[in-house]
């Protein structure tokens, strides 16, 4: 089984670690692609350099940023049977590709798997915040289980692969969604949602780890940084599922409304910053600007905007390495 690992990249420093991490897999039958993005010259030999004459590394630059961009190119380039996304600030294990192999090999119904995106420790450090998760071993049938996922299933976009074929049935990722994009986040949960929406089996293990090295944020600054692009996605994305008719979008945006009011009067401290607040506005006025700005491709099943001065020049560079 041919595994496609894709890395999106845009920090040459960190992405050294993560290709080295792809090098040392036990698992040998896998191709890496590095999709690096943006203006850094650095990203392009800092691979190199560490990738030698490793035929089964190749390097693909655009140069406007995006995750779902980067995804979507790298996708396009890829070979495998099964396709695994990690992120450049990530260390995968050295048993991560063949845990993943083992349990498609396992479950041919299987169509995703996810796995745990770890933390690094962060004791002592104050303000600190890191995208993880530790999902438990569950496998969610959406249509045997009335789209209600077992206890501790997940999965999230650092840690996690795709059989092919339903990557040609779910479409791409929408690059509207995304670190780099306008609304920066949600990306993930965009694509888990259509997976779950054509009743995809989807597994989770926490037996394939990847280590979030430097994934932590520190200090107030990275904190409402942090806040401000998950507010955005999450409310694009339920603005997503209101322009397809779904009753959650607006449910979700009840429900942020109420959380973080909640959070607020529960603060003890009101002279300080209502990061609750700032929250919910950035949820909020992503949720409407989403609404009045784009529309949802039937077909494509990502966001389209109706203005022509947010149409983007897909295009780019795409000069690749190999």
């Keep these: 089984m041919l595994i496609s690992v894709c890395i999106p990249a845009m920090r ?9 991490s792809i090098l040392r897999q036990t698992w040998t039958d896998w191709e890496l692609i ?8 650095d990203l392009q030999p800092r ?11 190749r390097y693909m630059h655009l140069p406007r940023r995006g995750l779902s961009r980067a995804r979507n190119a790298a996708i396009a380039l890829s070979r495998g049977e099964v396709i695994a996304m990690t992120d ?5 294990s050295s048993d991560w590709l063949a845990v993943l192999a083992n349990c498609f090999a396992e479950a041919p119904e299987v169509g995703l798997v996810g796995g745990a995106l770890l933390a690094p420790e962060m004791a002592g450090r104050a303000r600190a915040t890191c995208p993880a998760l530790s999902p438990a071993d569950a496998v969610y049938d959406p249509r045997a289980m009335g789209r209600r996922a077992p206890p501790g299933w997940d999965w999230i976009g650092g840690n996690f692969a795709v059989r092919r074929d339903v990557l040609e049935r779910a479409g791409a990722f929408d690059e509207y969604l995304g670190a780099g994009a306008l609304f920066p986040s949600g990306e993930d ?16 293990t926490p037996r394939a780890v990847v280590h979030h090295t430097y994934g932590a944020r520190y200090g107030v600054g990275a904190g409402l940084r942090h806040s401000r692009n ?8 339920a603005a997503k599922l209101t322009l397809q008719g779904d009753v959650r979008g607006e449910e979700w945006l009840r429900m942020a409304t109420r959380e973080s009011s909640l959070d607020w009067l529960r603060d003890k401290t009101p002279h300080r910053l ?23 491709d039937p077909a494509q099943m990502t966001l389209q905007p109706l203005d022509a001065a947010l149409s983007e020049d897909r295009q780019g560079d795409l000069s690749v390495w190999a």
């Design 274 to 296: 209502p990061v609750s607040l700032l929250r919910l506005r950035h949820f909020r006025h992503a949720y409407h600007e989403c609404l009045a700005r784009f529309r949802v």
């Design 34 to 41: 590095v999709v690096g993005q943006g203006q850094d010259a």
């Design 47 to 57: 691979v190199e350099q560490v990738a030698g004459m490793d035929g089964r590394v």
């Design 189 to 204: 949960t965009d694509y888990k949602l259509r997976l779950e929406a054509l009743g995809v089996i989807m597994r989770s």
């Design 88 to 92: 450049d600030d990530c260390e995968a």
């Design 12 to 20: 040459p420093t960190t992405v050294v670690d993560a290709v080295a």
């Design 230 to 237: 998950y507010a955005r996605g999450n409310g694009a994305l």
